[in-house]
């Protein structure tokens, strides 16, 4: 079965630090891989995915995720944080290829200090 | 395009009650779910569907039941409704199968808020 376990419940950076969210899955077959953002009393909306292309994929608002095979990772960095980055982000993971379910980690709320 | 339309945003119920939350898409999506959201237990997945007429059940489906029979709705019922299913759930669809690059990628509506007492 597949799962992903994201360790941190909750990080805390300065506007302006790196951000390092922190995001290992395991899979049987190769997987498809998600970060969503929640903003406070919204839906959640996808900020980048890899489905098995370029191990280094971009995303919206400066993030961006490394695909790391020999790890079972996908940790979310973004260079310099803003306050706007203050949500709940969530990693996800399904099989490749056909209608596949997706599931989701427990989340990491990050808090941007001024 | 109105994208994933959930109804009611909030719903109070009493024990044993039941009620139907409603998600519609406009994106002819094949692929539809439902997801709750309670804290620190992230999203959990009750039931999916792939088409009209094709239902599955997910990781927590008791207590609930779906059914598909058009692309664009996919309700949620609560048939006898307990405090244990207070929560925000989200419906969730994607355009399905394949290699492609929307494939699995989800479109989330905005959320309905429940609390049973």
């Known amino acids: 079965a597949q799962s992903v376990t994201q360790l941190g419940s909750h990080v805390s950076v300065s506007e302006g630090a790196l951000v390092l969210l922190r995001c290992n899955y395991s899979?049987?077959?190769?997987?498809?891989l998600f970060w969503y953002v929640q903003y406070p009393n919204q839906g959640l909306q996808l900020l980048l995915k890899?489905?098995?292309?370029?191990?280094l994929v971009k995303g919206i608002n400066g993030f961006e995720a490394e695909f790391k095979k020999s790890e079972t990772s996908f940790h979310l960095t973004k260079p310099s944080a803003h306050m706007s980055d203050a949500a709940e982000y969530f990693c996800?993971?399904?099989?490749?290829?056909?209608?596949?379910?997706?599931?989701f980690g427990t989340g990491t709320k990050l808090q941007v200090i001024p | 395009n109105a994208g994933v339309t959930q109804t009611p945003k909030f719903q109070v119920l009493k024990t044993g009650q039941s009620m139907t939350l409603q998600c519609a898409q406009d994106?002819?999506?094949?692929?539809m779910s439902w997801y709750r959201q309670d804290p620190g237990m992230g999203l959990r997945l009750i039931h999916y569907?792939?088409?009209?007429?094709?239902?599955d059940q997910g990781e927590v489906p008791n207590g609930y039941n779906v059914s598909r029979s058009t692309t664009e709705d996919f309700p949620l019922r609560l048939l006898s409704a307990a405090p244990s299913q207070t929560s925000v759930y989200f419906c969730?669809?994607?355009?399905?199968?394949?290699?492609?690059?929307?494939?699995?990628?989800?479109?989330f509506g905005a959320g309905s808020r429940l609390t049973v007492l």
């Open positions: 969730a669809s994607s355009y399905g199968r394949g290699a492609g690059s929307g494939a699995n990628v989800l479109t």
């Open positions: 899979s049987s077959v190769p997987p498809y």
């Open positions: 890899y489905t098995s292309a370029a191990t």
């Open positions: 996800a993971v399904s099989y490749s290829g056909g209608y596949q379910k997706v599931t």
């Open positions: 994106m002819n999506h094949e692929y």
């Open positions: 569907s792939v088409g009209a007429g094709i239902t």
